[in-house]
């Protein structure tokens, strides 16, 4: 059987849209015939990680799973890209999938110039490294959607469910607007309000751990209505209960696309959300500013889909699962080229 490594292993952000995105590029790679050696950790310092390399060294594959994580020149993006200079790679192949890629340096382009393949997860981003580099890249919409549509609820949507944005100032807007509607539950699509440090040392790891379930435990004290979920499938459990969820984060509008739960999206720290409505069809309408939030949510059109919308989400959906299919195929060609 075909190895692969992976960088950029998001779960460690407790993040159920990276979940999903992990789960699906290990089934897939699997349903290909390639087995996952070893993963690291988003922000983990790979370079450093003996059993990391250990693993790479005998892998047939380097896979980078992009994610948000490349853009405006982040540090932790060109440590990612770095992999193809690492003695650990030798010659084998490294592929770059699922990412955003925006506003980086042109110095970056000697890193993908030695990706045997680049499949965005935008068209936007897709075009910026092609005119960077000067091949043809391809785009699938990000894996989560991968899976295609979900089954319809079977229940009556009665909730107004808010999440949150990466921007605090956002965030605070949407945790106020929670609590002037009766019917409204604060959904975090993370199962705390806070982020784990899975790249810290002991014990600072399990110190960070203890304060953010302190903090969870007052969070939900304070704020009665907050649903923290502790998995994937009670995460989109609650989302099919809604008949609006406002949000400012990416994988949230991704899990309202195949639980067809109508959203209102706030823009986020890059232009993944308006990247992703773009190469769906639909257009900036659900993509707001918190000065028309207010107004929006008394409008009962931001609260259904119209049957353009609906027709337009169910065939962009079909076509994630074509496309992804067909990326993974790509790698596992490119695996056996090149196995050691």
Not at 196 to 205: M, N, V
Not at 273 to 300: S, V
Request: glycine share 4%; with cysteine.
């Amino acid at each position: 059987m075909l190895k692969a490594v992976i960088l950029n292993d998001t779960r460690g952000d407790n993040h159920f849209g990276c979940f999903r995105v992990m789960r699906v590029i290990e089934e897939k790679l699997a349903e290909k015939g390639i087995t996952v050696r070893a993963t690291s950790l988003v922000r983990n310092d790979w370079e450093k990680d003996r059993n990391f390399l250990a693993a790479m060294a005998q892998s047939d594959i380097i896979v980078i799973n992009g994610e948000g994580t490349l853009h405006h020149g982040a540090k932790a993006g060109e440590r990612l890209l770095k992999v193809v200079d690492h003695p650990a790679r030798g010659t084998k192949p490294v592929v770059l999938i699922n990412t955003l890629y925006q506003e980086n340096p042109a110095t970056w382009g000697r890193y993908l110039d030695q990706m045997a393949l680049i499949a965005t997860r935008d068209s936007w981003s897709a075009e910026v490294v092609r005119e960077q580099i000067g091949r043809k890249v391809t785009f699938v919409p990000d894996l989560s959607l991968a899976e295609g549509m979900a089954a319809e609820h079977s229940g009556k949507r009665e909730l107004l469910t808010i999440g949150d944005s990466v921007s605090k100032e956002i965030s605070r807007e949407l945790l106020a607007i929670a609590a002037t509607y009766p019917e409204a539950r604060l959904l975090p699509i993370t199962t705390t309000i806070k982020a784990s440090k899975p790249h810290f040392p002991q014990p600072l790891k399990a110190m960070r751990e203890a304060y953010i379930r302190l903090h969870a435990a007052n969070f939900a004290k304070r704020h009665g209505n907050v649903l923290f979920n502790k998995t994937e499938a009670d995460f989109i459990y609650d989302l099919k209960r809604s008949y609006l969820h406002i949000t400012g984060r990416f994988h949230s509008i991704c899990f309202c696309l195949f639980t067809q739960t109508p959203f209102l999206a706030l823009d986020s720290n890059s232009w993944k959300i308006e990247a992703l409505l773009n190469d769906l069809d639909l257009g900036k309408n659900r993509l707001i500013t918190l000065t028309d939030l207010r107004e929006r949510l008394a409008d009962p059109d931001s609260k259904t889909y119209s049957d353009t919308e609906r027709q337009k989400i169910e065939d962009g959906l079909a076509q994630c699962k074509l496309k992804a299919d067909k990326i993974f195929d790509e790698i596992r060609s490119i695996a056996e080229r090149t196995r050691i």
